[in-house]
């Protein structure tokens, strides 16, 4: 058989097994063939398993041009172990081989982001530092896991505004989603003057506050008990067509529920009731939650019949039960 003679001749430089594969499956379909995101991330991440760094540069340059973008899982194979992190100077050399512009741009992003996820901060400002060196196309967005690692998981404030420096060093102004890792952090822990000084920077470089921005502000003014802000705030929002994200609800109702204000939480969640079927789930579902482990039980049964109601669905196994066990017998 022709076939058999070949495999007797082997090439001394063979392609990439996955480059053939990838051929040979497009040869063999009689359909269209409708790459995703999804297939390119497994492609890789078989590549990377074989060490073949040919087919990783390859992969990551026809997903682009397929329309495929990176996402979160392009780099998921590497991992916090010495082992997942000894391939990172390989595979950023590949990176600076990728095509011009978009594709290594983007490469580079999600890598720092990949870094991030897994506590490698060090790392991802190393990889951000060959952008720099190499004009690779650093903008703020590069920066954004980095802030939301350093403000979120390390809790390192002083780091992230370090970060935001090296920003400015480098002529890359930080945005609004920027400050806002920041801000949030701040609000957070109560640090209410570090938070103040934040919205004057953001004033003075002309920024507009955005959902987070005002999402953060609610968080601190809650978590200092002071509700009554958190609802001025919110007026605001309402007032400027300012997008209110559910966990904007989430801290106002916290907020009242440790100040002891019970029926002030109920009332809250059934002035907003009744415009967003989702939202309405959300904030009756996390005031019965909040009341049934508070033992407040006469307002969590009010909350609970107002969801039945309502045909809100209670989404935890707590309030089913809580409801069969003391409410059933009513309807």
């Given at each position: 058989?022709?076939?058999?003679?070949?495999?007797?001749?082997?090439?001394?430089?063979?392609?990439s097994?996955?480059c053939?594969?990838y051929r040979?499956f497009?040869?063999?379909?009689?359909?269209?063939?409708?790459?995703?995101?999804?297939?390119?991330?497994?492609?890789?991440k078989?590549?990377?398993?074989?060490?073949?760094?040919a087919?990783?540069?390859?992969?990551?340059?026809?997903?682009?041009?397929d329309?495929c973008?990176?996402t979160k899982?392009?780099?998921?194979?590497?991992?916090?172990?010495?082992?997942?992190?000894?391939v990172?100077?390989?595979?950023?050399?590949?990176l600076?081989?990728?095509?011009?512009?978009?594709?290594?741009?983007?490469?580079?992003?999600?890598?720092?982001?990949?870094l991030?996820?897994?506590?490698?901060?060090?790392?991802s400002?190393?990889?951000?530092?060959?952008?720099?060196?190499?004009?690779?196309?650093?903008?703020?967005?590069?920066?954004?896991p980095?802030?939301?690692?350093?403000?979120?998981k390390k809790?390192?404030?002083?780091e992230?505004?370090?970060?935001m420096e090296?920003?400015?060093?480098i002529?890359?102004?930080?945005?609004?989603?920027?400050y806002?890792?920041?801000?949030?952090?701040?609000?957070?822990t109560?640090?209410?003057?570090?938070?103040?000084?934040?919205?004057?920077?953001?004033?003075?470089?002309?920024?507009?506050?955005d959902?987070?921005t005002?999402?953060?502000?609610?968080?601190?003014?809650?978590?200092a008990?002071?509700v009554?802000g958190?609802?001025?705030?919110l007026?605001?929002?309402?007032?400027?067509?300012?997008?209110?994200?559910y966990?904007?609800?989430?801290?106002v109702?916290?907020?009242l529920?440790?100040?002891?204000?019970?029926?002030?939480?109920?009332e809250?969640v059934?002035?907003?009731?009744?415009?967003d079927?989702?939202?309405?789930?959300?904030?009756?579902?996390?005031?019965?939650?909040?009341?049934?482990?508070?033992?407040r039980?006469?307002?969590?049964?009010?909350?609970?019949?107002?969801?039945?109601?309502r045909g809100?669905?209670?989404?935890?196994?707590e309030?089913?039960?809580?409801?069969?066990?003391?409410?059933?017998?009513?309807?």
């Amino acid at each position: 058989m022709p076939v058999l003679r070949t495999l007797a001749h082997r090439n001394p430089n063979p392609p990439s097994c996955l480059c053939n594969t990838y051929r040979l499956f497009n040869a063999q379909s009689t359909e269209p063939y409708e790459p995703t995101a999804t297939h390119y991330d497994n492609l890789i991440k078989a590549a990377a398993r074989n060490g073949d760094f040919a087919a990783i540069r390859n992969l990551l340059n026809k997903r682009v041009r397929d329309g495929c973008f990176n996402t979160k899982r392009t780099f998921d194979f590497i991992t916090n172990t010495d082992a997942g992190i000894s391939v990172l100077d390989e595979l950023s050399q590949t990176l600076a081989h990728l095509d011009h512009g978009f594709p290594r741009k983007s490469a580079y992003d999600s890598l720092i982001a990949r870094l991030c996820k897994i506590n490698r901060v060090d790392d991802s400002l190393r990889l951000v530092k060959t952008m720099i060196q190499s004009n690779y196309g650093v903008n703020a967005s590069t920066f954004h896991p980095i802030l939301n690692a350093l403000t979120r998981k390390k809790k390192n404030t002083d780091e992230a505004r370090r970060v935001m420096e090296i920003m400015r060093e480098i002529r890359v102004s930080p945005d609004v989603t920027a400050y806002n890792y920041l801000l949030t952090s701040h609000c957070f822990t109560g640090n209410l003057k570090a938070a103040a000084g934040l919205l004057k920077e953001m004033e003075a470089a002309g920024m507009a506050a955005d959902t987070r921005t005002y999402d953060a502000l609610v968080l601190g003014a809650c978590r200092a008990g002071k509700v009554e802000g958190a609802m001025v705030l919110l007026r605001r929002m309402e007032d400027e067509g300012v997008g209110i994200l559910y966990s904007t609800h989430a801290h106002v109702i916290n907020g009242l529920l440790k100040l002891g204000y019970y029926a002030q939480a109920v009332e809250f969640v059934m002035i907003y009731g009744g415009k967003d079927k989702k939202l309405d789930e959300e904030n009756f579902g996390i005031l019965g939650s909040r009341l049934i482990y508070l033992k407040r039980f006469e307002e969590a049964k009010v909350v609970l019949k107002e969801m039945r109601k309502r045909g809100l669905v209670m989404r935890s196994h707590e309030l089913q039960d809580f409801y069969e066990l003391n409410l059933t017998q009513n309807f």
